[in-house]
């Protein structure tokens, strides 16, 4: 910063106002040090750029003990290797109910669409007959729905606790855990029901593991 000097060749009795007016501003000399390069999206989406440079832990990976996950680890109990590999009682208990809701929802919808569009109705309109159909649809998909999750819950959780006791995996201890799931299910309804969801349940749990073990 330069400053024009006064006629009596002293600065110091210039007023602050004026120096600051007469005061001229020169910019100071630019760094020689080079500016980084901006990183662009394509820059990370093609893999150019270093995601180290990003933060010091970047690219340690799997050089963290607690970045790794046991997600593939398969259940090791005597016999579980089968077609449909398990990770564990968990596992089975989620993936299993859902799959068994979800199942029963789409029979019961099914089951209910055929229903409703058979139905006789008082007046042939429309509106009438996709109500019926919805209120079917409705009625039968909660109902199986819910049935098929509850029996999976059940089965799923009286199964790994037969081979927790057991040591091991194999069809007597899933037709085991299917007998008690039916006997348990239709338990409120007397003892015939009782035997025969038993003996249904028991059967299909059989065939199921069966099947796992063959294909």
Same mark, same amino acid.
């Given at each position: 910063?330069? $400053?024009?000097?006064?006629?009596?060749?002293?600065? $110091? +009795?210039?007023?602050?106002?004026?120096?600051?007016?007469?005061? %001229?501003?020169?910019?100071?000399?630019?760094?020689?040090?080079?500016?980084?390069?901006?990183?662009?999206? $394509?820059?990370?989406?093609? @893999?150019?750029?270093?995601?180290?440079?990003?933060?010091?832990?970047?690219?340690? @990976?799997?050089?963290?003990?607690?970045?790794?996950?046991?997600?593939?680890?398969?259940?090791?109990?005597?016999?579980?290797? =089968?077609?449909?590999? $398990?990770?564990?009682?968990? &596992? &089975?208990?989620? !993936?299993?109910?859902? =799959?068994?809701?979800?199942?029963?929802?789409?029979? @019961?919808?099914?089951? #209910?669409?055929?229903?409703?569009? %058979?139905?006789?109705?008082?007046?042939?309109?429309?509106?009438? %007959?996709?109500? +019926?159909?919805?209120?079917?649809?409705?009625?039968?998909?909660?109902?199986? #729905?819910?049935?098929?999750?509850?029996?999976?819950?059940? !089965?799923? #959780?009286?199964? +790994?606790?037969? &081979?927790?006791?057991? @040591?091991?995996?194999?069809?007597?201890?899933?037709?085991?855990?299917?007998?008690? =799931?039916?006997?348990?299910?239709?338990?409120?309804?007397?003892?015939?029901?009782?035997?025969?969801?038993?003996?249904?349940?028991?059967?299909?749990?059989?065939?199921? +593991?069966?099947?796992?073990? %063959?294909?």
């Amino acid at each position: 910063m330069s $400053s024009p000097s006064s006629s009596d060749g002293s600065s $110091s +009795s210039q007023n602050a106002t004026d120096f600051l007016k007469n005061a %001229r501003f020169t910019p100071h000399a630019a760094s020689s040090a080079p500016l980084p390069d901006s990183v662009t999206a $394509s820059d990370l989406l093609l @893999g150019a750029y270093d995601p180290a440079k990003l933060h010091p832990m970047a690219g340690l @990976g799997d050089q963290l003990d607690y970045l790794v996950l046991d997600d593939d680890k398969t259940n090791d109990l005597p016999g579980s290797g =089968t077609a449909i590999p $398990s990770r564990g009682w968990s &596992d &089975d208990l989620c !993936y299993g109910t859902g =799959t068994m809701y979800l199942g029963g929802l789409a029979l @019961g919808g099914a089951w #209910g669409l055929r229903e409703g569009a %058979r139905r006789p109705l008082a007046v042939s309109n429309s509106r009438l %007959r996709i109500n +019926s159909i919805l209120n079917s649809i409705t009625r039968r998909g909660t109902f199986l #729905g819910n049935s098929a999750g509850v029996l999976a819950l059940g !089965y799923n #959780g009286i199964n +790994s606790t037969i &081979d927790a006791v057991r @040591g091991k995996h194999d069809t007597l201890g899933s037709m085991a855990a299917g007998a008690l =799931t039916g006997a348990l299910f239709k338990s409120t309804a007397g003892v015939k029901p009782a035997l025969a969801a038993a003996t249904v349940v028991s059967g299909l749990a059989g065939a199921w +593991s069966y099947v796992k073990r %063959r294909v």
